[in-house]
């Protein structure tokens, strides 16, 4: 008789296990396929189902496209069946919308440089108050320091 059982020394607890996957707290949007040259978001397109029309036209006149279904089977599963914008892929009270890659990054420039105009505008109302018997200081620069003793 032959025998068909494997050595004892193979079969041990560690072979037999499966691997450890870790655990990650699930997400709320589904992530869609990358498409080359777009950018993706979700846009509001309701609160507390009450319909948010002006957040979605400021969207669109922005150069947001909503994202047709057809173009992404793998988000139909997840959108909702009774949604105002029956073609696109909405998912509680948000619209998939993507543009263009270069559009996006013009506009991110136009909020970066906001951005700095509106921090040196505040600078400049910050130092218009300095005096030079008492000082103001302007400096910028953040350092980590450590607390307690560190290992």
Known sequence: MAD?????????????ERPKKRWTPPQLLPEPV???GYVYRWVRTSTLNNADPMNISAKLREGWEPVKASQHPELQMAASKDSRFPDCV?????????????????????YREQAQQQMHSVDNTFMRENDPRMPLFADKRSKVSSFGRGA
Request: include cysteine; charged fraction near 30%; charge should be negative.
């Open 4 to 16: 068909t059982r494997m050595p004892r020394e193979l079969n041990t607890r560690e072979n037999a």
């Open 34 to 36: 990358p498409e080359a």
């Open 90 to 110: 909405e998912i509680g009270g948000l619209m998939l919308c993507k543009i263009p890659q270069e559009m996006a990054e013009q506009r991110d420039s136009y």
